[in-house]
């Protein structure tokens, strides 16, 4: 992780040809995807060729490339400094729903998350996905969002 989030920021904003390889390449399933989206012409769920241009144009658009790659270094900035300092993190209080996409970059299974959510409301491992989970397949994405707040209604 950079010691200075705003690098990849000034890359991310200084191109938007720059921007399209950060997001194509950002994890081997995503890059496999969207490759057979772009090479193959075969889609993966919402991974369309014109999709995929959409999102990027947005983000390059809205020049909102540099928050997001901000937020992964604030949060394992955070993260870093409460396991150097021996502390624990504060207690999350709130309703939590949890999804696990099986191509996600990380899979953490549910005792990690009733752990470090005491209120785990909703666990669920979906079938499809990854990392861009509303981007590759909205319409499941969409269903595990009701079924988390389900409980809340």
């Known amino acids: 992780m950079p010691e200075h989030p705003q690098t990849i920021g000034y890359a991310l904003t200084d191109t938007p040809a720059g921007l399209a390889a950060w997001m194509l390449d950002h994890d081997a399933d995503s890059y496999q995807k969207i490759t057979r989206a772009f090479l193959d012409k ?14 990027i144009t947005l ?7 540099t928050s997001s790659a901000r937020l992964y270094w604030e949060s394992g900035r955070t993260i870093a400094a409460l396991v150097a300092s021996g502390k624990k993190p504060s207690k999350i209080s709130v309703p939590v ?9 990380f899979q953490a299974p549910r005792a990690w998350a009733e752990k ?13 996905g990854g990392h861009f989970a509303a981007w590759e397949e909205p319409q499941l994405f969409s269903e595990e969002l009701r079924a988390a707040f389900q409980s809340l209604r």
């Not at 769920?45 to 959409?54: K, N, P």
């Not at 983000?59 to 490339?65: H, R």
């Open 59 to 65: 983000y390059w658009l809205t020049g909102t490339a």
């Open 116 to 128: 470090v959510y005491p209120n785990l409301t909703y666990f669920h491992q979906a079938a499809k």
């Open 42 to 55: 075969q889609p993966v769920g919402g991974l369309t060729r014109d999709r995929v241009l959409d999102n």
């Open 97 to 105: 729903g949890f999804t696990v996409f099986p191509g996600e970059i």
